[in-house]
């Protein structure tokens, strides 16, 4: 449930941080004073009659400053319709043609949306997606359009140095102090939207196993699913294609896409695309899709083989606020900031950032039933517990927009760092140390670091004093949030030196 939470903390810090003053203090006095909230049912109101005979008195009334149920259903991101006109002059003459009947016709695409289960193929014309662009535009756009102008995320530059049997992530260290303050949220790099290192052979072989042997508990897609999950697939083998083209290219008909670290060739028109991804990317995607009868996202297709508590077959066809429903105070407090940035990202500003765990070794998947959970109900002795078996479990998730399908992805990788890089690492032991001594006690027992603080702490702590004595962290220092976070000072030397490049 890392993810879970982690998404919950970043749509509502952005929700919060956009309103005025007056604003805040209102949603500071409705979570404060915890007064209950208005329904949150799409019901008709009584008759007029029927309201002024059972009018509540007064002291039974929903206090004013509450608002009335939402409804999102005439709530819509920004249009991404400017980019055809652009696209349509590089296109072949057929789909030139096709693509410009479309976009000269009236566009009516508040009143013929594409239905939640519906594939697009089944629709009758012209149908719409919720960035605005038809069924007739999709298809005249044919397979792998140009997604950067189309999103207005410019593809990664290429790194032809990049050597995947050296390659390191770069050192995430998402550690904040104050704990409580808000998330440290950034513009996604898109260098790095997809990041691959030394373990993406094992990586891969390890999906594909969980996938034979859990099924759709690893990976499933519901009706309707179809365009997100082929756009998806396409924006991705793009991306990697553009980031690393010495490893991977696609054929000249772009139906084939060769892996030259796996050396193998995938057929795009033979296998779905979720299992496309299993096969060649590294990386959890969750896809969800918006419902055109009340405006609210559903978690309708997802390949997800590092979840922490959960698995797609426990969550999916639920609705946003369902997913989250396990982390405490989320109705009060989080439901409605999150409903509505989902119901406004546009596909040009994607963000990320990354949450963080304690793990005895490095457990990819572990659902609710797995037996390593156990593990976080008892405190090993430290003789049968040494450093060198506990490692930080960076989950670096980004969020964005796709912009034909309208569908919003939520990714993310689990990434494993033994405990013990970090004493040389200026101020991160002092840091960690300080959120695992003094953080809010709900959030830390959600985060589950209980089983391991016997054995880190005392680490941590003989570590700050080393980096003190040797002059890498002032006497005396205050410990607050790193300038360079998620990183630290001198990470980036650090990180090239280790891989070499």
């Keep these: 449930m890392l993810w879970a939470l982690g998404l919950a903390f970043i749509l509502g810090s952005i929700f919060f941080f956009s309103l005025n003053q007056r604003q805040r203090d209102t949603v500071l006095s409705r979570i404060v004073l915890r007064r209950r909230r208005t329904s949150g049912a799409f019901t008709p109101p009584l008759s007029p009659s029927l309201e002024k005979a059972e009018k509540p008195p007064p002291k039974e009334r ?20 400017a980019p055809l006109e652009t696209i349509a002059t590089s296109l072949p003459p057929d789909q030139k043609r096709k693509l410009s009947v479309s976009i000269s016709s009236p566009v009516v695409s508040r009143g013929s ?25 999709i298809e005249a756009l044919g397979d792998f359009p140009d997604y950067a102008e189309l999103s207005g995320v410019p593809l990664p530059e290429p790194c032809h140095e990049f050597d995947i ?29 997809l990041e691959l290192e030394n373990t993406y052979v094992e990586r891969i072989a390890q999906r594909q196993q969980l996938y034979r042997d859990h099924g759709k508990n690893v990976l499933q ?4 699913s179809e365009l997100a999950c082929k756009e998806l697939m396409e924006m991705s083998l793009q991306f990697l294609c553009a980031r690393y083209p010495h490893y991977f290219s696609l054929s000249e008909s772009k139906t ?62 639920m609705q946003l606020h369902e997913i989250h429903a396990p982390i405490p105070d989320y109705k009060e407090k989080m439901q409605f900031s999150m409903d509505r940035y989902f119901a406004k990202l546009p596909t040009d500003r994607p963000i990320q950032r990354g949450s963080w765990g304690l793990e005895i070794d490095n457990p990819l998947w572990t659902p609710s039933w797995h037996p390593h959970l156990s593990l976080r109900n008892s405190q090993l002795p430290p003789s049968e517990l040494p450093l060198s078996r506990l490692h930080l ?9 796709l912009p034909l399908s309208g569908a919003i992805i939520f990714n993310f990788k689990a990434l494993f760092t033994p405990i013990e890089e970090f004493r040389d690492e200026p101020y991160i032991p ?16 959600y985060k589950g670091t209980w089983h391991v603080e016997h054995v880190v702490k005392p680490a941590l702590e003989e570590w700050e004093r080393e980096q003190v004595e040797n002059g890498v962290v002032e006497s005396g220092w205050e410990v607050r949030t790193l300038d360079e976070s998620p990183w630290f000072p001198g990470w980036e030397e650090k990180w090239r030196g280790r891989q070499g490049f």
């Design 62 to 81: 929903a206090p004013t400053n509450v608002p009335p149920a939402i409804d999102y259903k005439d709530v819509f991101p920004p249009s991404r319709r």
């Design 113 to 137: 949306m594409i239905p939640l289960t519906s594939p697009i193929e089944d629709c009758i014309s012209p149908a719409f997606t919720a960035t605005e662009l038809s069924n007739e535009e």
């Design 430 to 445: 002092a840091l960690c140390n300080k959120v695992l001594k003094e953080g809010k006690g709900s959030i830390m027992e």
């Design 165 to 193: 049997k050296k390659a390191l992530p770069r050192p995430y260290r998402p550690f904040r102090w104050s704990y409580h303050q808000t998330m440290s949220l950034t513009k996604m790099d898109t260098d790095y939207w």
């Design 221 to 224: 897609y519901l009706p309707g």
């Design 393 to 401: 479990r960076v989950d670096w998730q980004t969020l964005r927009r």
């Design 256 to 317: 084939t896409f060769i892996n030259n670290i796996l050396h193998t060739t995938t057929d795009l028109k033979a296998i779905h695309p979720l299992v496309v991804l299993l096969d060649n990317v590294p990386e959890d995607f969750a896809v969800m899709l918006r419902d055109p009868d009340n405006g609210f996202y559903y978690f309708r297709a997802g390949v997800i083989c590092s979840s922490l508590g959960w698995d797609v077959g426990s969550k999916i066809g």
